[in-house]
Each structure stands twice: as structure tokens, then as C-alpha cells.
């Protein structure tokens, strides 16, 4: 099946000033910041950050291990929880992004696969945060941000047969073993094991609301064994399930189907991807086959 698989677009969302509070060190490996105050804005949501926020630093080689905490308030009284987690590097700090929220004007946030990044704006460091929209989010009045990306591969995965647990309060959960496939890209070639598989908690009803993680191996053509964890959303309306039932070659358009991808190894040839902030654009046909462009931030 040909896919016409889009040019990932991410929107800038917001940047966030933040001020640090205490200090706290736990040994030499862990330093936790409390948040005394700070604001974010932007053109989707604006606000001010409010306590019980946190930075947790962890120093691992070359780099700092970062999983932050923010507690965010907009102007219009909605409360936010924003998670990231990645890295700061000597050259500045990337990181995946995550929202949790019960407002409905900003449910959105909840489906979003966002990214973020330190960036200097009017001569202050800030962290912007930057989103691959889903089509129930505010239509963007701005042209997409020029955040540089790199392919890192093309892959086919194969599964089995989906085992149903559920219905629970929160959903379908339906797990669904991995058999095999292969991956292709210019740095890394190989094929994926038969080995783990999707957790996919699915709502009921229309549009389809999923939230996918999935654990699996990969190994390279040239050795190396790398394992790969995935944390994703699937928003689906009932055009983008006819689209994929009729394997429509842009139905990766019709749908929103993105995770962040989070690689672990010990193979120095592939350690960079430790420290990557890494994320997909999938599709999945009616032959069951999942198929996906990886990237990451350069």
C-alpha cells in the first residue's frame, strides 16, 4: 500500500518564562527545583504558572536527564498540567511534551503531540513549545514553525490478533502483540522482532479517541539491538475510518495518528538516539500493517 505520508507540522503554542524557587539537591545525582512563578503565552493559551511545579535534573555523562512539571493557569481560569521530559545538552534543552486537563476549551491539548525546545526571545531564555495540531484544535492563523527535522526511518510493523480487556471507566483497552516488519532510513536499516506490543485504550463512540503505547525491539542490520517505547494519540473522525478501511492513499492526512518515540540502547553506534527527541507520523490499513515515518529535532 502507497501512503502519502505528510511533512510533519508543528505550530508554536506558546513560549514559558519560568523563575526557580528552592533548591534541593539529593546526592550528586538528583537536583529538584521548586517553581516560584513565571507566565507562557502564545497563540492558542496564555496564563501564569502556579505553584507545586517542579524541575527534576538528573546529570548522566554530557547531559542532563530533565522531567519538569508545570502547573499552568490561563487567563480564563482553566488549569493545565504540562509534562516534559528529555534533555539539555550544551547547546540548550529538548523535550517531549505532554497536557493533561478537564477543561473543555482546551481538551485538545489532551490529543496533542508536542515538543519543546530553549530558545532566546527578546534576549531572555524561554522554553517554546511548539505541537503537531489535531483537527479539533483552534484553526492557526500563523504558518507553521521551521523546526528542523531529521528522517530517521520508514517501517512496517506486523501484528497479530487484538486481545480485548474492558470496557473500564477509561476505555477499550485492547492489546495487540507485535509479530515482525522492517525499518529503512539513510543512518539505520533493520527489522523489528516479534516481540511486545500495543496498548491501545479506546473510547466509545465517534470521533475514535485512542491512546496507544506500545514496547518493542528493534535490531539493525549491523547488530545492534535497540529497545523502543511509544507514547501516542489517534483522533479519527468517521472520513478518515472510511479512508482507512479503503486504504486511501492520503488518509495519514485525514487522520491524526502521531507519537513520541523514546529509544534505548547501549550500542555507541545508536547512542545518540538515547537522547533524542524523537516522534512519528503513522498510518494503519485495513491489512492490519502499521506503517510510520520516524524523525527527530535536530
Not at 57 to 65: F, K, Q, S, V
Not at 79 to 103: C, K, P, Y
Amino acid at each position: 500500500m502507497a501512503l502519502n505520508f505528510p511533512t510533519p507540522k508543528f505550530y508554536r503554542l506558546f513560549e514559558l518564562n519560568e523563575a526557580a524557587g528552592t533548591v534541593y539537591h539529593a546526592g550528586d545525582a538528583l537536583t529538584v527545583t521548586t517553581m516560584a512563578q513565571g507566565s507562557f503565552g502564545g497563540e492558542f493559551l496564555s496564563g501564569t504558572l502556579q505553584p507545586g511545579g517542579g524541575r527534576w535534573e538528573e546529570p548522566t555523562g554530557d547531559a542532563i536527564r530533565v522531567d519538569n512539571k508545570y502547573i499552568l493557569k490561563t487567563f480564563d481560569d482553566a488549569v493545565i498540567l504540562m509534562n516534559t521530559s528529555g534533555w539539555r545538552h550544551a547547546d540548550g534543552e529538548q523535550v517531549r511534551v505532554q497536557f493533561q486537563t478537564g477543561a473543555k476549551k482546551y481538551a485538545w491539548l489532551n490529543q496533542t503531540i508536542a515538543v519543546g525546545r530553549s530558545e532566546i526571545s527578546r534576549g531572555f531564555p524561554i522554553l517554546a513549545v511548539y505541537a503537531m495540531l489535531p483537527a479539533c484544535a483552534p484553526a492557526p492563523k500563523g504558518q507553521p514553525a521551521a523546526l528542523e527535522c531529521e528522517e530517521l526511518y520508514y517501517v512496517e510493523v506486523t501484528v497479530g490478533e487484538q486481545m480485548k480487556s474492558g470496557p473500564f471507566e477509561g476505555g477499550q483497552l485492547m492489546i495487540i502483540p507485535i509479530t515482525g516488519g522492517s525499518f529503512k532510513g539513510e543512518r539505520m536499516n533493520g527489522i523489528v522482532e516479534a516481540f511486545g506490543a500495543d496498548y491501545n485504550v479506546l473510547n466509545q463512540g465517534m470521533p475514535v479517541r485512542s491512546h496507544i503505547t506500545t514496547r518493542y525491539m528493534l535490531t539493525t542490520d549491523d547488530g545492534a539491538h535497540i529497545s523502543l517505547t511509544t507514547d501516542g494519540r489517534l483522533l479519527m473522525d468517521m472520513k478518515g475510518v472510511k479512508a482507512m478501511m479503503k486504504d486511501e492513499p492520503d488518509y495519514v492526512e485525514k487522520a491524526y495518528f502521531r507519537q513520541h518515540l523514546i529509544f534505548t540502547t547501549g550500542d555507541e553506534r545508536y547512542c545518540r538516539l538515547n537522547r533524542s527527541i524523537c516522534f512519528a507520523v503513522i498510518a494503519m490499513g485495513k491489512d492490519q500493517t502499521v506503517r510510520y515515518k520516524a524523525y527527530c529535532l535536530k
